[in-house]
Every structure is written in structure tokens, then in C-alpha cells.
């Protein structure tokens, strides 16, 4: 298989494409998750971030 030809043990294999799922799980529900906030005219986590960050003036760093 062209698993073998690439050095990767049927375990690795498998625990890579669990990860992946995984993955794409994640970013697939924080994707909808977003959209759905906009669709309700909601600001999402990385929308409100940005603003915040860009409405500060510059030289005021928080401590």
C-alpha cells in the first residue's frame, strides 16, 4: 500500500486520520457557529476582538 511506501504504520495512520476528523470537526461547527451570529446581526468573538483592538489609541498599553 502507499502507506508502507511513505514509512507509516497502519496505528499512525489511523491515529492521524482521527485527528484530522477532529479537526475539521471543530473548525466546520465554529464556522457555522459565526455565520449564524452574523445572520442575527451579532459581532463574533474575532469580530468584536478586532474592534476592540483597533479602537484603542495608540501609546495606551493596558497593564
Known sequence: MIWNELGVSGG???????ALYFVIKWAVRNGIREAHQR???EKGWLQGACERV??????TAKE
Open 12 to 18: 499512525t495512520a489511523l491515529i492521524v486520520l482521527c
Open 54 to 59: 483597533l479602537s484603542e489609541e495608540p501609546g
Open 39 to 41: 445572520m442575527n446581526g
